[in-house]
T-cell receptor, first 112, second 114 residues
Framework: TQLLEQSPQFLSIQEGENLTVYCNSS?????LQWYRQEPGEGPVLLVT?????EVKKLKRLTFQFGDARKDSSLHITAAQPGDTGLYLC????????????FGTGTQLKVEL | NAGVTQTPKFQVLKTGQSMTLQCAQD?????MYWYRQDPGMGLRLIYY???????DKGEVPNGYNVSRLNKREFSLRLESAAPSQTSVYFC?????????????FGDGTRLSIL
């Protein structure tokens, strides 16, 4: 059983469209991170959210942590081909030390 | 800036063979991790080392062993490889104990077991 479920699993859109990726769990996390992974490389951290209801913006990317700290979303405005990649959420369980539980991943393809 | 270095990048093994995946970090991080990545399953933690001298099992430890050789190096060993261990393996490191610290990943080892 996967602790963190991401949806959708695959997303193919045209340049300029908006999209939202969801990361859901029945568990409460003390913090949640989002990573992006490109082919042949390891994941790279985009953002960390630690407070319920927190919203962080990174240029055209907006990240939100749910009020109950069980879910998160990533919204991309006016997607560009450079946004193509695998997006992974990862949560730190309370009392779990520095271990992360990764989500199932969302593969995004942005076409011209 | 090397960060996290994994060797080898690719490997093909026959069922029953053994091998060790190497990982080294140059960021003076305390914690190191080994993950495997399979399609549709994200990253699953195999073993981790919260600090030098300690190792603990993760979500999928069966069939693997690890050694935290020193602060820089954390190796993963497959004693008797099985086709189910075909995967991409990632090593990562983070500064320390708190879960909200970023993890830095290597570029992975692509392992095929025939």
């Amino acid at each position: 059983t996967q602790l963190l479920e991401q949806s959708p699993q695959f997303l193919s859109i045209q340049e300029g469209e908006n999209l939202t990726v969801y990361c859901n769990s029945s568990s409460v996390f003390s913090s949640l991170q989002w990573y992006r992974q490109e082919p042949g490389e390891g994941p790279v951290l985009l953002v960390t959210v630690v407070t319920g209801g927190e919203v962080k913006k990174l240029k055209r990317l907006t990240f939100q942590f749910g009020d109950a700290r069980k879910d998160s979303s990533l919204h991309i405005t006016a997607a560009q081909p450079g946004d193509t990649g695998l997006y992974l959420c990862a949560g730190a369980l309370t009392g779990g030390g520095n271990k992360l539980t990764f989500g199932t991943g969302t593969q995004l393809k942005v076409e011209l | 800036n090397a960060g996290v270095t994994q060797t080898p990048k690719f490997q093909v093994l026959k069922t029953g063979q053994s091998m060790t995946l190497q990982c080294a970090q140059d960021m003076n991080h305390n914690s190191m991790y080994w993950y495997r990545q399979d399609p549709g399953m994200g990253l699953r933690l195999i073993y981790y080392s919260a600090s030098e001298g300690t190792t603990d099992k993760g979500e999928v430890p069966n069939g693997y062993n690890v050694s935290r050789l020193n602060k820089r190096e954390f190796s993963l060993r497959l004693e008797s490889a099985a086709p189910s261990q075909t995967s991409v393996y990632f090593c990562a490191s983070s500064p320390g104990e708190r879960g909200n610290q970023p993890q830095h990943f290597g570029d992975g080892t692509r392992l095929s077991i025939l």
